[in-house]
Structure formats: C-alpha cells, structure tokens
C-alpha cells in the first residue's frame, strides 16, 4: 500500500490465471536454461545478457514482432507519472488480500456479510 501496488493473489495450482508470467517461465526453460550450465560462475553475467536480449533484441509474437522494450516505450505516452498515482490512490478502498486464498475468500465473505 506504501507504493499503490495492488496485490493480486490468485488461486493455488491455477496457471491458467498466471499465463504471462507461465509463458515467460517457458521461454526461459526452452531458450535460456537449456543451454545454460548451472554450475558456471558467471550464470549471472548469462543471465544478464539473456535478460537484454529477451528485452530489448528478441522480437515477440504476442507483441506483434516488436521488443517488449519497443512496446513499453509506445505505452509510455499513455502511462500516467507516479504523481498522478499516488494522487488518485486512497488506502481506504482498498481491500488488503491475503496470501492464502482460501482465507481472503473468507474474508471478503463476512465483510460483504456484514454490510448487507
């Protein structure tokens, strides 16, 4: 809330609401940690190097061929300044969520119960 992030969590074992970040963690195995020896010590220099490549070299078909960095950039005219975000943000509509699902699904239960 220090920020105005909201947290989102989902469901456990539910990929299926997680696709993008599911997606990049297939990539990752198919493109990268293949070809990648976990015991090298400069992984992190590899990875580094991946990390620009995938953002700012490899084109992507779900961005219609362009860079993830490329598509930032065309977003960032539409983006509002963190100024704006902060003004606009009030903690006292928002619904803190917990980690655990269930919990926070029972949670937001009583409170729906308690207005009506």
């Avoid at 989902?10 to 293949?34: A, C, M, W």
């Avoid at 061929?65 to 065309?74: F, I, L, N, R």
């Amino acid at each position: 809330m220090e920020y105005s992030i909201k947290f989102r969590p989902i469901k456990p074992r539910s990929p299926h609401l997680n696709g993008k970040v599911e997606r990049s963690h297939q990539t990752d195995l198919q493109e990268f940690y293949r070809t990648a020896d976990l015991k090298d010590p400069h992984l992190n220099d590899r990875l580094e190097e991946w990390q620009f490549y995938y953002n700012y070299q490899r084109s992507h078909s779900s961005l219609n061929g362009k860079t993830p960095a490329q598509a930032a950039a065309e977003k960032s005219a539409e983006a509002p300044f963190w100024e704006d975000v902060v003004a606009k943000y009030d903690p006292q509509k928002e619904r803190i969520r917990e980690q655990t699902h269930e919990r926070d699904k029972k949670i937001a239960w009583l409170k729906k119960k308690a207005k009506s």
